[in-house]
Each structure stands twice: as C-alpha cells, then as structure tokens.
C-alpha cells in the first residue's frame, strides 16, 4: 500500500487495526521507491524517437534493434530464464525476424534501474554512431 495522504495513513492504520492477533505478524513500512522514474521512460521514448527522425527509420524498427541488439544481452547476462527463453526463440529465426520479434517481447519492462542505465548507453552509442545529437543525453539525472 502506498501512502501518500493523511487519508491513506488512516485506512492503513484501520486495517492494521483490523489483523486477527490469534497470529503472528510481520509488518514492514518502507519509503517508497519507483523501479525507473517516468521522466527516463519518457526521455528513452523521445531518444527512439529522435533516432527515427534522423536515420529514416520507422520508431518501431529502431526500437526492435535497441532492444535485441543492447537489451537482450543486459537479460541474458543476468537472468538464466531469459537466456532459455531467447535461446529458444533465436534459434528458430534468422537475424531479421529475430530483431522484428523483439515487438512482442517484454524487454525494457523487465529492466531494473541499473540495467535501464545500461541500456540508455547502449541507445545513446547507437545514436552516435548514426550521428543523431539526442536531447539531454546526461539522462542519469532522471533516476
């Protein structure tokens, strides 16, 4: 539950009012802390964005490369369920419709915010070497 109101203070304390004492309970209360803020999804969208305008290609193209080609190696370097499953998918696809298959896979969602940091360097040396100058690229001040 996250607590932002006097409001919200008050239904908390009501439903921990409401815990049946018969058991043992642990309660924990953190600050809370979003995975990645919204400005650095926002900033990434425009960077694709700015990308696509500047090599020509359609954004959902350029998005696709980013995500295989700086993304999936983040993944699969650090989760063995990923590095199965991409294993399984390559395998199967030439290099063009394993790229184009990165539309219907989860790959920045699944990011914490250290490997969107990672990623964003992925993204923003794709620009360079398309020679697109990206808006703010000092996008570590958005986490």
């Known amino acids: ?3 932002k109101t ?7 304390i009501d439903k921990l009012m409401k815990i049946n004492l018969d058991k043992l309970w642990l309660v924990e209360a953190r600050q809370y802390a979003p995975k990645r803020s919204a400005q650095i999804n926002r ?3 425009l960077w694709l964005s700015e990308i696509a305008k ?9 998005t696709n490369y980013c995500k295989f080609t700086y993304g999936c190696p983040i993944l699969i370097r650090d989760s063995a369920e990923f590095e199965a499953f991409y294993g ?8 063009e419709q394993a790229v184009a298959s990165m539309e219907y896979i989860a790959i920045t969602r699944l990011f914490k915010t250290q490997q969107m940091v990672e990623y964003m360097h992925g993204v923003e040396t794709y620009a360079l ?5 990206l808006t703010d690229p000092d996008f570590r001040l958005y986490i």
């Open 6 to 12: 006097d409001s919200d203070r008050a239904k908390f």
């Open 88 to 95: 399984n998918l390559v395998s199967n696809l030439d290099y």
């Open 43 to 45: 900033l990434y969208h």
């Open 54 to 62: 500047k090599t020509h290609y359609p954004v959902d193209e350029v």
């Open 129 to 133: 070497k398309n020679e697109v100058i």
């Open 1 to 3: 539950m996250i607590i």
